[in-house]
């Protein structure tokens, strides 16, 4: 299944959410179906199996469709406790800037803040002259756990979505004592969507073809099997230290491509357009401004 969130157009704080009945599709209302459901993704999680019930029983009705014309797409999850960040999780872009191949997960974190939707504006912001994009694998925890096994960990994932985990890398690599946090957790720093695929209806999601185009050209282009720490390694090793929640967003990492470590770097500038791919899931467009 696809998830989605969305709006009405000219309805814009009433959220809702909804089943894609095919990707680019129209969207079937899942409180329209069953008003007993809730509005917001993360709450449609923490529902635990009996909202995806429903949402495969409103599949198959196809009824209460609205067309995407008459809607808005925001991000599969909004307001997230954690947002978890993966660093240096590829192998191609650990060559690209002569790393190590890391040992263990490399953790750090955005603010849930910086969550903006697929085709929502990613806005400059006056402090940096350094932003650069990174698509990235991201997927969304779907029910509560603690010291998360790795055999078990996929049954803790709803499914899977594309981010871009933009950075502003001069407060990321020569501000702030070097720490991480800040350069990524400007506002609209986190464009994410356009669904929540379900791991059931991806064939295997560590072999997905990943890309990032700037202005229409190809910056990065790998593929998902060159990922270092699969998802079952990143929720059992993060739950050691959190209880992860239903609706927590996991950034799993970029491959080669990112602007800062071309020569000469290339940065990105108002009215940039950045498309984030991934394979059988999708695609977000997002204009810097």
Known sequence: MRLVQFCHKGCEESVRVGVEQAEGQGV?????????????????????????DCAKRALSSGQHVVSRSD?????????PEKVVCVGMNYKDHCLEQNAPIPKEPIIFSKFPSTITGPYDDIILPEESQEVDWEVELAFVIGRKGKHIKEEEALSYVAGFTVANDVSARDWQMKRNGKQWLLGKT??????????????AALKD????GIRCLVN????????????????EKLVAWVSQFVTLCPGDVFLTGTPPGVGVFRNPPVFLKRGDVVEC?????????NTVV
């Open 216 to 231: 229409g050209a190809a910056v990065q282009d790998s593929n998902t099997s060159q990922l270092i720490f699969h998802t």
């Open 71 to 79: 809607i808005r797409l925001l991000s599969p999850v909004t307001g």
């Open 205 to 208: 999601v560590h072999k997905l």
């Open 186 to 199: 400007f506002d609209t720093f986190c464009p994410l969507g356009p669904a929540l695929v379900t791991t």
């Open 277 to 285: 791919q991934i394979d059988e899931i999708g695609s977000i467009r």
């Open 28 to 52: 079937i209302d899942l409180k329209a179906f069953d008003p007993s459901m809730p509005s917001t993704m993360r709450e449609f999680l923490e529902m635990g199996q009996q909202g995806m």
